[in-house]
Every structure is written in structure tokens, then in C-alpha cells.
């Protein structure tokens, strides 16, 4: 398996205002995808992030609201850009290590 | 479609009894279908998958079973356990990354001692 950490684990932010969350893997990946699970709901895959090119979105995720980086084969950023109440989730960022998919512990973020 | 619908979305038994969850779905490319366990505040942890070219899977108190030409999979767990109690959700990939997953809603599962 791979250790996924991330940072923050959670914070309470302002309307308006943007979160960078990190994610760092103990290994070099090729791919790293950030997803999204609402409160009480299932998980949605927002973007894939490769190294060296731009982030794949999926249908309704956007680059300007979520822009994503990738400098290297551990470790990606996810921004959550001009935040409202409804973007309050857990964002959580899932590697694959031996043909299975891991998930890292999530941010949980809270958006007054 | 993208969906996979997933049944029940909320299952009670009692300890020692089995449970089993099921999910269909609709598109024949995908070939990767795993279980995730979440309890609460906690991470999703793959619990066992399963591939397409396999009919079962079986790791102790857990089964998976596919039938790829029905599409439809399921989750069985025997000799349910309070400590089984947590969200199950079940997914599948995409046909061609295997880390794009399409999830199920979740089941809540509750094992009553």
C-alpha cells in the first residue's frame, strides 16, 4: 500500500477566500486524483493530476475553481478557489500502489 | 452511465448473522471493482476488490462475487462483528485509469451486538 498524508486535516474558512491542500505520498506516483465526499454523501473524482502536464477534470470541475499542481511524482496541491457554503467537504486525495486504490485521511473543510 | 447503484442504503443484523450489499452498473468497460470501508471521521479503506476476469474473491469473513454479464457485484460479510458497524460503499473504474472510480451511494451498515 502507500502512506498518503495531507494538510490541513480540516479548517473553518470565509466566503470568498481560497484553501490550498496539500498531499504527499510516500512513493513516486504517475497519477494522483483529488475527490470530493459532501456531508453524509458518496465520493466524486474532481480532477486526475499528472506530472508534468495539466490536470484532467471531470464534468463539473473547473480549473479556476480548483486548480491543481503537480511539480512532482509525491506530492500535489488542490486549491479550493472562492469559496462558498457549498463547498464545504471532505476533499481527499487517492493514489494507486500494486493495482489498488488508496485514499489519504482527507481535509475537512468548512466554508461559513 | 456513470452510476452504480448501490442496495441497501441502510442494512441491520445482528452479530454473528451475514450481510451482504449489492451494486449494479451499466458500462461493460469497466474491469476494477472495489469495497471501501469508512467509518466515522475516518478515511475510505479498501477492504477487497475484484477484477473482471474473476467470478469471486474471498478474504476471510469477506466475499466478493462479479457477474460481469449481468453487471452486478456484491459485498458478503459473514460472522458480521459491532466492529463491521461503518459505511460501505462500493465502486468501479472507468475502463481506463484505474483510479477514476465512480462510487455507490453507501450503505450503512449496523451490527447490533
Known amino acids: 500500500s502507500a502512506v498518503i498524508s495531507q494538510k490541513p486535516s480540516r479548517d473553518i474558512c470565509q466566503r470568498g477566500t481560497s484553501l490550498t491542500i496539500q498531499c504527499q505520498v510516500d512513493?513516486?506516483?504517475?497519477?494522483m486524483f483529488w475527490y470530493r465526499q459532501q456531508p453524509g454523501q458518496s465520493l466524486t473524482l474532481i480532477a486526475t493530476?499528472?506530472?508534468?502536464?495539466?490536470?484532467?477534470?471531470e464534468s463539473g470541475f473547473v480549473i479556476d475553481k480548483f486548480p491543481i499542481s503537480r511539480p512532482n511524482l509525491t506530492f500535489s496541491t488542490l486549491t479550493v478557489s472562492n469559496m462558498s457554503p457549498e463547498d464545504s467537504s471532505i476533499y481527499l486525495c487517492?493514489?494507486?500502489?500494486?493495482?489498488?486504490?488508496?485514499f489519504g485521511p482527507g481535509t475537512r473543510l468548512t466554508v461559513l | 452511465g456513470e452510476n452504480v447503484e448501490q442496495h441497501p442504503s441502510t442494512l441491520s443484523v445482528q452479530e454473528g448473522d451475514s450481510a451482504v450489499i449489492k451494486c449494479t452498473y451499466s458500462?461493460?468497460?469497466?474491469?476494477?471493482f472495489p469495497w471501501y470501508k469508512q467509518e466515522l471521521g475516518k478515511r475510505p479503506q479498501l477492504i477487497i476488490d475484484?477484477?473482471?476476469?474473476?467470478g469471486e474473491k474471498k478474504d476471510q469473513r469477506i466475499a466478493v462475487t462479479l457477474n460481469k454479464t449481468a453487471k452486478h457485484f456484491s459485498l458478503h460479510i459473514t460472522e458480521t462483528q459491532p466492529e463491521d458497524s461503518a459505511v460501505y460503499f462500493c465502486?468501479?473504474?472507468?475502463?481506463?485509469?484505474?483510479?477514476?472510480?465512480?462510487f455507490g451511494r453507501g450503505t450503512q451498515l449496523t451490527v447490533w451486538p
Open positions: 475484484i477484477r473482471s476476469n474473476v
Open positions: 458500462d461493460s468497460a469497466s474491469n476494477y
Open positions: 512513493s513516486q506516483v504517475t497519477m
Open positions: 493530476a499528472n506530472q508534468g502536464s495539466e490536470a484532467t477534470y
Open positions: 487517492s493514489v494507486g500502489a500494486d493495482d489498488e486504490q488508496f
Open positions: 465502486a468501479r473504474d472507468r475502463g481506463s485509469t484505474l483510479g477514476r472510480l465512480y
